[in-house]
């Protein structure tokens, strides 16, 4: 009897690790999750846009067919990327997405008060190394910290009739997302990090 | 079965209406997370908009693409909403008005500013979205730019339009 017992309670415990792990797992071991799907239709560190959702078009699930989309793939691993989206008539929005399609951020065209929308996205070991006069500098400038080196940034753009796709899609086509050019700058901010060591403390 | 379903985790329910507030935020809970990999889905940020679903109509009736089903009534504020009808795996329903959903901005609207969506396979006056005739079906009301989301917790904070099924062949 008690042998019965203990083999249903062991059942039950080895049941319930491995459903927890599978799930937990899962978003890291996923083949076919979003940015998987996008890595071949997408350029690193570009924009591309995404065809619209349509009966045949099955790049991802539960696409808005009344929004233009287009993504920029990124990675911040040789250096932070400036992101410069142009308002389009009727709504802009741009959301952010880790490796793990773990959604970080959001803003939209009227949250950002702006004709264009203009973010600087880098990491936060990247953050912590900008020189501090560009921090102050950097008043007007949305400085995002990605959790992740590589991820997603999905641009839209909404269509309020199908007739308008074409020109939300126009709007998207001229925004622009590339790793930051300023390298020789970079370089420069490298080279006297070791010389003033409480640059950092004073910042944190 | 849970990560293709989903679960009752963090849901916003209102009449036929299902949300899940937080799967655009970084606290998304692991069940939806895993939903979302698994599907190759990109949930909504909360900076953007929040996104209900409806499987049934307001007596729990499933939707049936061959019956004919009216959305009405009010909306929560937002800048703007979009309604897509989609089959069971979130793909489009062909149709030859290519007409997949409704914006808010496009919709016919009554003289009091009300509107009505009939849903059905054959062409229906007004507001019509093709079902092409499929069995089971689900319906996606997405609001963009809206202070729905995470505090929402009633009807009266996020009224949504009703469904019914008016009747089926």
């Known amino acids: ?204 | 079965m849970t990560t293709t379903r989903g679960t009752e985790l963090g849901t916003l329910t209102i009449g036929a209406w299902t949300a899940r507030p937080r799967i655009g935020t970084t606290d998304i809970d692991p069940y939806s997370r895993a939903t979302i990999t698994r599907n190759g889905e990109l949930p909504i940020g909360t900076g953007d908009g929040i996104a209900f679903t409806a499987r049934a109509d307001d007596k729990k009736k499933p939707l049936d693409g061959r019956c004919d089903v009216v959305v009405s009534g009010v909306t929560p504020a937002a800048r703007f909403w979009t309604l897509t009808l989609y089959d069971n795996k979130g793909r489009l329903v062909a149709n030859s008005l290519q007409r997949y959903g409704f914006t808010s901005e496009e919709i016919v609207r009554g003289a009091d500013g009300g509107f009505e969506i009939h849903i059905a396979s054959r062409a229906r006056a007004g507001n019509w979205l093709p079902t092409g005739g499929i069995e089971r079906y689900s319906l996606m009301f997405r609001l963009y730019d809206t202070p729905v989301g995470v505090a929402t917790r009633t009807k009266r904070d996020a009224p949504m339009p009703q469904i019914a099924t008016v009747g089926c062949p």
């Open chain 1, 1 to 204: 009897m008690i042998r019965i017992l203990f083999t249903i309670i062991a059942g039950v415990l080895l049941g319930g690790v491995v459903h927890l792990v599978s799930v937990l797992a899962l978003p890291r071991i996923a083949t076919q999750d979003a940015y998987s799907r996008l890595t071949p239709i997408t350029k690193l560190n570009a924009v591309t846009q995404i065809p619209p959702a349509d009966p045949g078009n099955t790049l991802m699930p539960y696409l808005d067919p009344a929004l233009a989309v287009a993504v920029c793939r990124y990675d911040l691993s040789t250096g932070p990327i400036k992101l410069s989206v142009p308002v389009s008539q009727a709504y802009t929005s741009v959301s952010f997405y880790t490796r793990n399609e773990l959604a970080y951020y959001a803003i939209n065209d009227r949250s950002a008060g702006k004709k264009v929308i203009e973010l600087d996205l880098m990491t936060e070991a990247q953050h912590n190394a900008l020189p501090e006069d560009e921090d102050i500098t950097a008043a007007d400038r949305l400085i995002i910290d990605s959790p992740s080196t590589t991820g997603l940034i999905v641009l839209k753009a909404l269509a309020p009739e199908p007739g308008l796709m074409a020109q939300a899609q126009t709007s998207l086509a001229n925004s622009s997302c590339q790793v930051q050019v300023e390298q020789p700058t970079a370089k420069q901010a490298e080279v006297p990090l070791p010389a003033p060591p409480p640059a950092p403390r004073g910042r944190r």
